[in-house]
């Protein structure tokens, strides 16, 4: 069974530090992975994504890579901001299935000032 | 630049009351989808539709029916109620008829049923 894990659901870090956030799969045969941010009461916005083929992707200071054969993508944050505190959630598409599009069930971040 | 238009924010229904949850977009997109996302659990697939007169089930469908109007918009609705349907309703949609990977999310409808 295709499934999508993030550990931890909560993370308390102090402004500055920098932070990697995890999401794992089962069944390494995926087609792309996308990292989301969701704020409270808001729906997701799109960070990054990573196809299959690429180990990694980076937009400012957020760093996404894919490691297919241990089944993990990492999210880097650098240099933290109060303003990163949101819920970080992975998507992950495998070949197989119209809908084989599955959601981790997130980590809430907060960035403390 | 609206994107991805919900209406209603916030509903509070009677069990077996029906509702009609409303979804918009204007970025001329294909695909459109409804998800449903609850406390410890990832979103969750409720119907996609791909093109205009087209609508396909997903993880979650009993209970729910859906109708995609035109380009723009697709509508979720709820004939009977039940609490297990209390949760944070999403829509989605993307440009890809191909490949079913929703990139733009609306805010959301908060729906409590008591």
């Known amino acids: 069974k295709q499934e999508v894990t993030q550990i931890p659901a909560a993370l308390s870090v102090p402004e500055g530090e920098n932070l990697v956030l995890n999401c794992s799969f089962t069944?390494?045969?995926?087609?792309?992975l996308q990292w989301f941010r969701q704020d409270p009461g808001k729906g997701l916005t799109s960070l990054l994504l990573?196809?299959?083929?690429?180990r990694e992707q980076t937009s400012g200071r957020l760093n996404a890579s894919l490691d297919k054969s241990s089944g993990r993508s990492t999210l880097y944050i650098a240099a933290s901001q109060p303003g990163d505190s949101a819920t970080y959630l992975c998507a992950v598409r495998w070949y197989s299935g119209t809908y084989k599009y599955i959601f981790g069930t997130g980590t809430r971040l907060k960035v403390l000032a | 630049n609206a994107g991805v238009t919900q209406t209603p924010k916030f509903q509070v229904l009677k069990t077996g009351q029906s509702m009609t949850l409303q979804c918009a977009q204007d970025m001329n997109h294909n695909s459109m989808y409804w998800y449903r996302q609850d406390p410890g659990m990832g979103l969750r697939l409720i119907y996609y539709s791909a093109s205009e007169g087209t609508t396909d089930k997903g993880e979650v469908p009993n209970g729910y029916n859906v109708s995609r109007l035109n380009k723009r918009e697709f509508s979720l609705r709820l004939e009977s109620a039940a609490p297990s349907q209390t949760s944070v309703y999403f829509c989605?949609?993307?440009?890809?008829?191909?490949?079913?990977?929703?990139?733009?999310f609306g805010d959301g409808t908060r729906l409590s049923i008591l």
């Open positions: 989605a949609s993307s440009a890809s008829t191909a490949i079913h990977q929703p990139q733009h």
């Open positions: 990573i196809q299959s083929s690429q």
């Open positions: 069944d390494s045969a995926i087609y792309n």
